[in-house]
């Protein structure tokens, strides 16, 4: 069974910096992009990074372009970790993050329990 187990949130201060990790397993992800997502309280779930198989290839969020990073370290085919670096950290970058398979910014699925991030002014 797929799962997908997000970690690294917390509370910071604005300007400051945050790193996101994703454990994915249970299947094989040879060839699948993956991508964050966040959901802000009220709002909808959006797309903020993804990421192809061989890494090659990142699209960002406008909003989040130059603070953050998208990495992936494809350990094995059927358990891989997807990162999002966050710096210069925005109270509006708060919301619960989650990692998944994406194509672009489209998300595939399934959903994780997420990892919420919390940036005080």
């Known amino acids: 069974q797929e799962q997908l187990v997000e970690s690294g949130g917390g509370l910071v201060q604005a300007g400051g910096s945050l790193r996101l990790s994703c454990a994915a397993s249970?299947?094989?992800?040879?060839?699948?992009?993956m991508g964050w997502f966040r959901q802000a309280p009220g709002k909808e779930r959006e797309f903020v990074a993804s990421i192809t198989w061989s890494g090659s290839i990142t699209r960002y969020a406008d909003s989040v372009k130059g603070r953050f990073t998208i990495s992936r370290d494809n350990a094995q085919s059927t358990q891989i970790s997807v990162f999002l670096e966050m710096n210069s950290l925005k109270p509006d970058d708060t919301a619960v993050y989650y990692c998944?398979?994406?194509?672009?910014?489209?998300?595939?699925?399934?959903w994780g329990q997420g990892t919420r991030v919390t940036v005080s002014s």
């Open positions: 249970g299947r094989a992800f040879t060839g699948i992009a």
């Open positions: 998944t398979r994406a194509g672009g910014t489209t998300p595939f699925g399934p």
